[in-house]
């Protein structure tokens, strides 16, 4: 990012918070493309995701954490792979799946039983997870089947600036610039013996092999 870019998301990141803390949505920049933020901690705000998408309840919905402590709320077993894996690529597009805590939203695993986390490198990402202070949505800020998005522009064109979500409430948009767009991230299931490459993204799938094989 640019110091234009960094001076347009620090004035836009306590209204985002507050929009997120209130069970709002929020559409946001990552290391690649435009997601959309809830707080994966309010089930209703998980809901919306869901509806503004058009997604299906069969997919399950990956979170952004500000922190490597935050994730024994999510699942129970750390393995020293997983550690080794943050500790290379995170932060970074690399979403790591873990077998989820009972208490994870079964709308976030699709009752999988498992959940996908990562720590994002991109700051506004960041900072909304950490301002929130819970884990946030990171899904792509596109209709499901639709093109993922790189600029704000792009997310109001296809998702409807100020769209009405069921509960009444709008998209916020936080426009921070220009996403490099490319690969989204690579899912890696941890949960599996061999650990296995759910979806090949950003990092190869060939860089994660040899801290498991």
């Not at 402590?69 to 597009?93: C, H, N, S, Y």
Request: charged fraction near 20%; aromatic fraction near 6%; hydrophobic fraction near 45%.
């Amino acid at each position: 990012m640019n110091r234009e870019t960094r001076i347009i998301a620090a004035k836009g990141i306590d209204d985002a918070v507050a929009v997120l803390a209130g069970g709002g949505v929020v559409a946001f920049p990552t290391e690649t493309f435009y997601g959309l933020a809830a707080d994966a901690t309010n089930a209703a705000a998980v809901d919306r995701i869901f509806a503004l998408k058009g997604r299906s309840f069969s997919n399950p919905i990956a979170l952004i954490i500000a922190r490597e402590e935050e994730l024994p709320q999510l699942t129970e077993e750390i393995t020293d792979v997983a550690r080794k894996l943050m500790a290379a690529f995170w932060p970074g597009p690399l979403t790591l799946v873990f077998k989820a805590r009972p208490e994870v939203n079964s709308r976030l695993t699709a009752d999988t039983g498992k959940i996908g986390v990562r720590i994002s490198s991109h700051p506004v990402a960041q900072a909304l997870a950490a301002g929130l202070g819970h884990p946030i949505t990171a899904t792509s800020a596109n209709l499901s089947g639709h093109p993922e998005c790189t600029t704000a522009a792009e997310v109001r064109s296809q998702m409807g600036r100020g769209k009405s979500l069921p509960s009444g409430s709008t998209i916020h948009i936080l426009d921070a610039g220009t996403t490099p767009g490319g690969r989204g991230s690579t899912f890696l299931d941890l949960t599996s013996d061999p650990p296995a490459v759910l979806r090949e993204g950003a990092i190869p799938g060939s860089a994660l092999v040899p801290f498991f094989s």
